[in-house]
């Protein structure tokens, strides 16, 4: 039943280890259930029903992945994309939210048209063995650093634009307390090491002042402000063009990235280089933005965050599925969950950075048509902030690099196609 239902085999990993999986990864993205309101609440948007909608739909999607896709992958709001929909699409271009969510929606119905004609896997197909694992050390970076800012052992800086915090006090050193003990735990294969980790340091945040614990239950909100609130009147302008290209494309390589940097260091990725399930695993996210518009979300994406639970031993739908009954169950529990501080997760998103820093072993370095394409999109996608970024200009440079360099039977057509639309991204 497990098996047909999740795709889980007993031979990979246990019931037990898939849900200390599930809540892992829950806990270290549960801060979008706060994050996500708050941003796309500077449109006018109603929080509370905002705060509905994002339990409502990570719940969703994230439990039909599991049982479609069949992967240890959790959906919700993207950070970034719900950025550019409350501070790019309403704020500096003056557009309402609502035209905002029509945007949103008409990008989901354009995934779903690009997933059914299989155009999406093609793309990952074209892209070099040694991207691939590129990907997955850059992404290891790009959540390490986004952990290290967010309990602010990183800070801006005006000079240097971050510097390191002040380790003695507050989230920065109840921080460097959680990553130790939780490394210590790995060290010692605990079992769990990971949500140990957490849920200890949320614990030790107490006496900080980091944990405030606001209570326990609360009664959901509706969602009845934003739902389906949609504007018709300017789809065909060349704004709206450029906004659903600009959402396209980021969701579409972010996902991409996300996916093939989670599979690759789960070991999911055959010899061929082919992800299992990877077709139903993007028909989801499609499906998933499409109804995030509907519920009165921005675009909803794979959450890299997912590595998480795949340093836990997930490795099937069961790890996504319990996933997804913790957003359910964070509806009713939401003053308990959101207590969880950025310092407690923090710890866990650095450790399954250096987990994923293993693929680096896989680059030929002595090759500098593969060894500079790799190292660009390593260090461009925690410098710029962007999984997509870091994709773009890794793909671009190999292109280039291989075909000045006299490599051209390196490069296939797709290859070309791709750099071409890459390209395009940056002239629009």
Same mark, same amino acid.
């Given at each position: 039943?497990?098996?047909?239902?999740?795709?889980?085999?007993?031979?990979?990993?246990?019931?037990?280890?898939? %849900? &200390?999986?599930?809540?892992?990864? +829950?806990?270290?993205? =549960?801060?979008? *259930?706060?994050?996500?309101?708050? !941003? #796309?609440? $500077?449109?006018?948007?109603?929080?509370?029903?905002?705060?509905?909608?994002?339990?409502?739909?990570?719940?969703?999607?994230?439990?039909?992945?599991?049982?479609?896709?069949?992967?240890?992958?959790?959906?919700?709001?993207?950070?970034?994309?719900?950025?550019?929909?409350?501070?790019?699409?309403?704020? %500096? &271009?003056?557009?309402?939210?609502? +035209?905002?969510?029509? =945007?949103?929606? *008409?990008?989901?119905?354009?995934? !779903? #048209?690009? $997933?059914?004609?299989?155009?999406?896997?093609?793309?990952?197909?074209?892209?070099?063995?040694?991207?691939?694992?590129?990907?997955?050390?850059?992404?290891?970076?790009?959540?390490?650093?986004?952990?290290?800012?967010?309990?602010?052992?990183?800070?801006?800086?005006?000079?240097?634009?971050?510097?390191?915090?002040?380790?003695?006090q507050g989230s920065a050193l109840v921080c460097v307390i959680? *990553?130790?003990?939780?490394?210590?735990? #790995?060290?010692?294969?605990?079992?769990?090491?990971?949500?140990?980790?957490?849920?200890?340091?949320?614990?030790?945040?107490?006496?900080?002042?980091?944990t405030n614990i606001d209570g326990v239950m609360s009664t959901?909100?509706?969602?009845?402000?934003?739902?389906?609130?949609?504007?018709?009147?300017?789809?065909?302008?060349?704004?709206?063009?450029?906004?659903?290209?600009?959402?396209?494309?980021?969701? *579409?390589?972010?996902?991409?990235?996300?996916i093939i940097g989670v599979t690759t260091r789960a070991g999911?990725?055959?010899?061929?280089?082919?992800?299992?399930?990877?077709?139903?695993?993007?028909?989801?996210?499609?499906?998933?933005?499409?109804?995030?518009?509907?519920?009165?979300?921005?675009?909803?994406?794979?959450?890299?965050?997912?590595?998480?639970?795949?340093?836990?031993?997930?490795?099937?739908?069961?790890?996504?599925?319990?996933?997804?009954?913790?957003?359910?169950?964070?509806?009713?529990?939401?003053?308990?969950?959101?207590?969880?501080?950025?310092?407690?997760?923090?710890?866990?998103?650095?450790?399954?950075?250096?987990?994923?820093?293993?693929?680096?072993?896989?680059?030929?370095?002595?090759?500098?048509?593969?060894?500079?394409?790799?190292?660009?999109?390593?260090?461009?996608?925690?410098?710029?902030?962007?999984?997509?970024?870091?994709?773009?200009?890794?793909?671009?440079?190999?292109?280039?690099?291989?075909?000045?360099?006299?490599?051209?039977?390196?490069?296939?057509?797709?290859?070309?196609?791709?750099?071409?639309?890459?390209?395009?991204?940056?002239?629009?």
């Amino acid at each position: 039943m497990l098996n047909k239902l999740f795709g889980f085999n007993p031979k990979e990993t246990t019931v037990k280890t898939e %849900i &200390m999986a599930g809540i892992t990864t +829950f806990l270290t993205m =549960a801060y979008i *259930l706060a994050v996500n309101p708050n !941003i #796309l609440g $500077t449109t006018g948007m109603d929080k509370g029903a905002l705060f509905t909608t994002t339990v409502l739909v990570s719940a969703a999607a994230t439990m039909l992945m599991g049982l479609y896709a069949k992967l240890p992958f959790a959906l919700a709001p993207g950070m970034g994309l719900n950025a550019f929909f409350a501070f790019s699409i309403c704020a %500096i &271009m003056g557009y309402s939210w609502q +035209f905002a969510l029509t =945007a949103v929606f *008409l990008e989901g119905l354009l995934f !779903i #048209l690009l $997933t059914i004609t299989n155009l999406r896997e093609k793309i990952v197909d074209v892209i070099p063995t040694t991207l691939k694992n590129s990907i997955s050390v850059g992404i290891g970076i790009y959540i390490a650093f986004i952990g290290l800012s967010s309990a602010q052992v990183i800070v801006n800086h005006d000079s240097t634009l971050v510097k390191i915090g002040d380790l003695t006090q507050g989230s920065a050193l109840v921080c460097v307390i959680g *990553l130790v003990l939780s490394a210590i735990m #790995l060290i010692k294969n605990v079992k769990g090491a990971l949500l140990i980790g957490i849920i200890a340091t949320t614990i030790i945040g107490i006496p900080f002042g980091v944990t405030n614990i606001d209570g326990v239950m609360s009664t959901p909100p509706s969602i009845e402000p934003i739902f389906c609130k949609f504007e018709w009147s300017q789809i065909f302008t060349g704004e709206m063009f450029v906004i659903v290209f600009t959402l396209l494309f980021v969701d *579409l390589f972010d996902t991409i990235g996300t996916i093939i940097g989670v599979t690759t260091r789960a070991g999911m990725i055959d010899e061929k280089g082919k992800i299992p399930h990877l077709k139903q695993a993007f028909m989801v996210d499609a499906i998933a933005t499409t109804g995030g518009a509907l519920m009165g979300t921005s675009t909803v994406t794979t959450y890299v965050e997912s590595a998480s639970g795949v340093e836990e031993g997930g490795r099937s739908g069961l790890t996504a599925f319990v996933c997804g009954l913790c957003f359910l169950s964070a509806m009713f529990f939401a003053p308990l969950f959101l207590s969880i501080p950025s310092a407690a997760t923090a710890p866990v998103l650095v450790l399954v950075g250096v987990m994923m820093m293993s693929s680096v072993v896989r680059i030929d370095f002595r090759d500098y048509t593969e060894a500079i394409p790799a190292f660009i999109c390593i260090v461009m996608m925690p410098l710029c902030y962007s999984i997509s970024d870091g994709i773009v200009l890794g793909m671009l440079s190999y292109v280039v690099l291989n075909l000045l360099g006299g490599n051209k039977k390196k490069l296939t057509v797709g290859m070309y196609i791709l750099a071409a639309f890459f390209l395009l991204k940056f002239l629009i």
